[in-house]
C-alpha cells in the first residue's frame, strides 16, 4: 500500500508539473477511481521542490526509455487503424470478431456516475438485465446502487447474480441497448464468465448487514441451498476472527490507527481482543485508550470504517498474501 501511495504522490506531482492541457490528456487514459485518487492527492500536493520534480522526470523518462510502445492498449490501435482504412461500419462488423466481443462501453459510462444516478437509470429494467450491468461494476459501487432498490427488486436482483453462469454477447448486445449504446455480436462467440455466487457474495460484503439479512432471508425462501453457498463466500468484519495471527498482523499494516479505532466501535470484543493481541503492547494500549476516548459514533461511519478494512482484506487475499476462508495457520508450508 504504501508503494501505491508513494506512486500516487509521484503522479500528482508529475500533472501538476505539465501544462493543462498536457494534463487533461493524461486524465483521459484513467479509470473513474484512479482520477479520483490522482486528482484528491493533486489537491492536497504543496510546495515541491525542483529537485523533486526534476527527479520524478527523470524517472518517468527513465521508464519510458526501457518500455516497447508494445505495452499500449492494442485494442484503441487496432479499433483505429480499421476504421481508418475500412470504415467505420466494415471494421466494426470485424472488430467484433477480433476483439472477442469485449466492448462494454455503455457500461463504462456508468461508472462514472454516482449510485444514486446509476439506479434510477435502471431500476425499471428487467432483474436480468439490472444483474447483469451490476456484476460489470465495482463491487463496492454494485453494493451502493443495490441499496437504493426496494427490498424484493434488491433481493431478486442478488438471486439472479448468484445463479448467473456467464453472458452471451447476445445478452451484452442488449445490456448496452439499454445503456443507448452499440454493440454487435456473433452467438458463437465464448460468453464473458461474470456473475455466480462469489459475485453476489462480493456485493452483498458491501450493502450493509440490514439489507445483507433481507436479501439473504428472501434468497433462502425462494432456495435454501444457494442462500448457504452465498453465505459461506462472504467474509464479513466478524470473519476476521477466523484469520490467523499472521494475517491479521499482514492487514494491520495496511489499516490507518483512525480507520481502526471507528471500525472497533462497533465490534465484539472478541474481535477487539484479536486485533489487541496482534499488536505491540504499546500499540495495543494505545488502541485501547482512543476507544475508550472516543465519544459515539453514527453506526453508519462504522460500518464505512469496516467495509474499508474489509477491502484490505480482499486485496490481500486476493494477492495470495494472505488465505481467509478458514485456512488458518495450517495452510502454510
Given at each position: ?32 477511481k484512479e ?8 489537491a492536497k ?244 485508550e482512543d ?43
Open positions: 500500500m504504501a508503494d501505491n501511495e508513494e506512486g500516487i504522490e509521484k503522479g500528482a506531482i508529475l500533472m501538476l508539473s505539465l501544462g493543462e492541457e498536457e494534463a487533461a490528456e493524461v486524465f483521459k487514459f484513467l479509470g473513474p482520477a479520483q485518487k490522482l486528482g484528491t492527492q493533486m500536493t504543496k510546495d515541491v521542490s525542483r529537485s523533486r520534480i526534476e527527479s520524478i522526470a527523470s524517472e518517468l523518462i527513465d521508464r519510458a526509455a526501457s518500455q516497447s510502445t508494445l505495452g499500449l492498449d492494442s485494442d484503441a490501435y487496432i479499433r483505429s487503424v480499421l476504421t481508418k482504412a475500412l470504415g467505420e461500419d466494415k471494421a466494426g462488423f470485424l472488430l467484433d470478431r477480433i476483439l472477442q466481443g469485449s466492448d462494454t462501453s455503455g457500461i463504462e459510462g456508468l461508472k462514472w456516475m454516482d449510485p444514486g444516478t446509476v439506479a434510477e437509470l435502471i431500476k425499471n429494467e428487467h432483474p436480468q438485465i439490472i444483474a447483469t450491468i451490476l456484476v460489470h461494476l465495482e463491487r463496492d459501487l454494485a453494493a451502493a446502487i443495490l441499496n437504493m432498490f426496494v427490498e424484493r427488486l434488491r433481493s431478486d436482483v442478488i438471486l439472479r447474480i448468484a445463479t448467473l453462469e456467464g453472458i452471451q454477447p447476445n445478452a451484452l448486445a442488449e445490456l448496452n441497448d439499454v445503456l443507448a449504446k452499440v454493440l454487435s455480436a456473433g452467438d458463437k462467440l465464448k460468453k464473458t464468465t461474470l456473475g455466480g455466487v462469489r459475485a453476489a457474495a462480493e456485493i452483498l460484503n458491501f450493502v450493509g448487514a440490514t439489507s445483507e439479512k433481507s436479501v439473504l432471508d428472501e434468497i433462502r425462501e425462494h432456495d435454501s441451498e444457494l442462500s448457504q453457498r452465498i453465505q459461506d463466500e462472504m467474509f464479513t468484519f466478524d470473519n476476521m476472527l477466523d484469520l490467523d495471527d499472521r494475517a491479521i498482523q499482514t492487514v494491520l499494516r495496511d489499516v490507518q490507527s483512525d480507520q481502526l479505532v471507528i471500525a472497533l466501535k462497533g465490534a465484539d470484543e472478541t474481535i477487539r481482543e484479536k486485533i489487541f493481541k496482534n499488536m505491540s503492547s504499546r500499540a495495543a494500549e494505545g488502541l485501547r476507544l475508550e476516548s472516543r465519544g459515539p459514533v453514527r453506526l453508519s461511519e462504522v460500518e464505512a470504517a469496516q467495509k474499508d478494512i474489509l477491502k484490505v482484506v480482499r486485496k490481500l487475499a486476493d494477492a495470495g498474501t494472505i488465505q481467509i476462508g478458514g485456512g488458518g495457520d495450517d495452510a502454510f508450508v
